[in-house]
């Protein structure tokens, strides 16, 4: 099987349809696809450089798409800045340089409310409920925390505004088996509160099998789209992304 096309609910809280364009040069997504409903968790996989962030970055408003649409809550918001899309309800947590390392775990909260201007205090405390050891650590240069705490903060300065949709980039990139089975639990958690999540994850198995709908992408366009479960189960899935 190879590319196909995707039919999205249209009900979808976050829709990019058929999304093509990539950095100015030669296109990187391919009228790709990717969707989340809301309170579920949407995953994408897929290997090495096959445009997962690309896929992100471009329903988030940092690349210009050729073709192909963004629609939030139904609107089109496809030439919409990415600020304008915090505005409207998205947050996002991009795969690498994610937070102030040289902030203040409680800086780097305050600097993920910077389009607020009611009383934050109540969504740091929920953060801090999310994530405790950030309370513990709040004085300290987020720099100096280990992976995984860091990862924390970035995902809790993403919740600062209050988001209905959270975008995440590899939240478990480089941290220990464990701290990853932490931090799905805090992003089901997440999703329990009401907030959709679209994710990339390179923990395919683990990943797909917390997601309601998963996406298997390959050189910028949809290969497998189905729900987590059924990528678990199937064989040719299995054989070519999971490790068989
Ligand atoms: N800023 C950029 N400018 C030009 N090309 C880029 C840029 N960022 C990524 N690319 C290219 O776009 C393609 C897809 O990259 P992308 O980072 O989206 O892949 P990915 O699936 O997220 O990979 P990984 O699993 O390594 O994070 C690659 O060929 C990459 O070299
Ligand atoms: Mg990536």
């Given at each position: 099987?190879?590319e196909?096309p995707?039919?999205?609910?249209?009900?979808?809280?976050?829709?990019?349809?058929?999304?093509t364009?990539?950095?100015?040069?030669?296109?990187?997504l391919?009228?790709?696809?990717i969707?989340?409903?809301?309170?579920e968790?949407?995953?994408?996989?897929?290997?090495?450089?096959?445009?997962?962030s690309?896929?992100?970055k471009?329903v988030?408003?940092?690349?210009?798409?050729?073709e192909?649409q963004?629609?939030?809550?139904?609107k089109?918001?496809?030439?919409l800045?990415?600020?304008?899309?915090v505005?409207?309800?998205?947050?996002?947590?991009?795969?690498?340089?994610?937070?102030?390392p040289?902030m203040?775990v409680?800086?780097n909260?305050?600097?993920?409310?910077?389009?607020?201007h009611?009383?934050?205090?109540?969504?740091?405390?929920?953060?801090?409920?999310?994530?405790?050891i950030l309370k513990?650590k709040?004085?300290?240069?987020?720099?100096?925390?280990?992976g995984?705490?860091?990862q924390q903060?970035a995902v809790?300065?993403?919740?600062?505004?209050k988001?209905?949709?959270?975008?995440?980039?590899?939240?478990?990139?480089?941290?220990?088996?464990?701290?990853?089975?932490?931090?799905?639990?805090?992003?089901?958690?997440?999703?329990r509160?009401?907030?959709?999540?679209?994710?990339?994850?390179q923990?395919?198995r683990?990943?797909?099998?917390?997601?309601h709908?998963?996406?298997?992408?390959?050189?910028?366009?949809?290969?497998?789209?189905?729900?987590?479960?059924?990528l678990?189960?199937?064989?040719?899935?299995?054989r070519?992304?999971l490790?068989g």
């Amino acid at each position: 099987m190879s590319e196909h096309p995707v039919t999205p609910n249209p009900d979808a809280v976050l829709i990019g349809e058929g999304m093509t364009g990539g950095y100015g040069g030669a296109d990187i997504l391919h009228n790709c696809t990717i969707a989340v409903n809301k309170g579920e968790i949407a995953v994408i996989v897929g290997p090495n450089g096959a445009g997962k962030s690309t896929a992100m970055k471009a329903v988030f408003g940092m690349l210009n798409l050729r073709e192909g649409q963004v629609r939030l809550d139904g609107k089109d918001i496809t030439g919409l800045t990415p600020q304008a899309r915090v505005g409207m309800g998205m947050g996002f947590v991009p795969q690498t340089r994610n937070i102030f390392p040289s902030m203040s775990v409680e800086e780097n909260l305050e600097m993920g409310a910077f389009i607020r201007h009611d009383d934050i205090r109540t969504t740091m405390e929920q953060v801090y409920h999310l994530f405790p050891i950030l309370k513990d650590k709040r004085r300290q240069a987020a720099g100096e925390l280990s992976g995984g705490q860091r990862q924390q903060v970035a995902v809790g300065r993403a919740l600062m505004t209050k988001p209905s949709v959270l975008m995440l980039d590899e939240p478990t990139a480089g941290v220990s088996p464990i701290v990853m089975d932490e931090l799905f639990d805090r992003i089901i958690e997440i999703a329990r509160t009401g907030i959709s999540i679209l994710m990339v994850e390179q923990n395919a198995r683990q990943a797909l099998a917390i997601a309601h709908k998963g996406y298997v992408l390959v050189q910028g366009a949809n290969r497998y789209t189905d729900t987590g479960q059924a990528l678990l189960a199937d064989p040719e899935v299995r054989r070519s992304f999971l490790g068989g």
